[in-house]
């Protein structure tokens, strides 16, 4: 009777800390998806102003382009401008391959920035679920605990009668058999009520087991989520 009483007890304690863990979690992933908007944010910042240095480069360009044909017009005198022209003109075509080379970059870590916040909005919403089910579970836990300490209160109380109805039965020789015939028939089906309750027990065994991996699997996604956080 005390057993299923303190398995109870073991089992809404362990269900509640998964809870616990599982609301952590939950933050976490909330914080882990602000930090990857934060990343996709910052991807869409460089993407703008390499396009301001794209078109800088452009422009870069197109006056050197000018430069030397005016060099080019001016002939002798020209010649120095031309090639100063032309490493300009080399330099923002240099400057425009590394701009659009960076904007590929940019554009592949935005869609993995994506594809990361999809995952993890995923795994949140999972959690979500995961967490109503602990907080129903816990609720049913505590309404176990509850009736299994009644349920132990009243079997042994009835015991008790029984025994001192054995006891009554051995002093009252007029109906002793009679009575020794109820005492056995109410301790069989204490009894069977004993067997209940070691049935009841070895789930709740089960039942805190499950609980219990649940709290160790909580503990080992937290941690991943904080290893990605500290990346």
Partial sequence: MQ?????????????????????????????????????GDSSKKVAETLSVIQDISDQINLLSLNASIEAARAGDAGRGFAVVADEVGKLADRTSIEAKAIERLVNDSDLKVRDGIAYITGISESMRTMIASVRNTSDIIVNIAFHSKSFVETTENVYKVVKDLAELSNENAVAADEQRQTAKDVLAAIDQMNEAVQKTSESMNEFVSIIQKLTTHSGRISEILDSIRTE
């Fill in 3 to 39: 057993n299923i009483s303190a398995r109870t007890i073991e089992a809404e304690d362990a269900a509640e800390l998964a809870y616990t863990h599982v609301t952590e979690i939950e933050k976490k992933l909330a914080t882990t998806i602000e930090g990857i908007e934060a990343i």
